[in-house]
């Protein structure tokens, strides 16, 4: 089991920033990659940005592409997303998610891919 615990969120204006935390724990030496997620409510949940663990490999969402950075940190089991410029469609709340296996440009974005999940941290972009 993988235990994930998300933080970070609240309340900014638009063109503001914040910057969400998630820090994983229990079983993480089988991680693949490590996402963050979002879903806004009556849409679907969909991926923001995703990290391979070992190659470092980064997936963006085309509409936050240049404004957020995701990164992570191997010996802490943490992961980080930098969100910049935000606007108020980027309101939603935020999941972070790990797998197992491996991912690719074709997958990565598919929530049914993924082992393990936090339960959110709410991002409210006020305009």
């Known amino acids: 089991q993988v235990q994930l615990v998300e933080s970070g969120g609240g309340l900014v204006q638009a063109g503001g920033s914040l910057r969400l935390s998630c820090a994983a724990s229990?079983?993480?030496?089988?991680?693949?990659?490590m996402g963050w997620f979002r879903q806004a409510p009556g849409k679907e949940r969909e991926l923001v940005a995703a990290i391979t663990t070992t190659a470092g490999t980064t997936y963006y969402a085309d509409s936050i592409k240049g404004r957020f950075t995701i990164s992570g940190d191997n010996a802490k089991n943490t992961v980080t997303l930098q969100m910049n410029s935000l606007k108020p469609e980027d309101t939603a709340a935020y999941y972070c998610?790990?797998?197992?296996?491996?991912?690719?440009?074709?997958?990565?974005?598919?929530?049914?891919?993924?082992?393990?999940w936090g339960k959110g941290t709410q991002v409210t972009v006020a305009s």
């Open positions: 998610a790990t797998t197992v296996c491996a991912v690719n440009s074709m997958v990565v974005a598919r929530p049914e891919r993924y082992d393990y």
């Open positions: 229990g079983r993480t030496f089988s991680t693949y990659a």
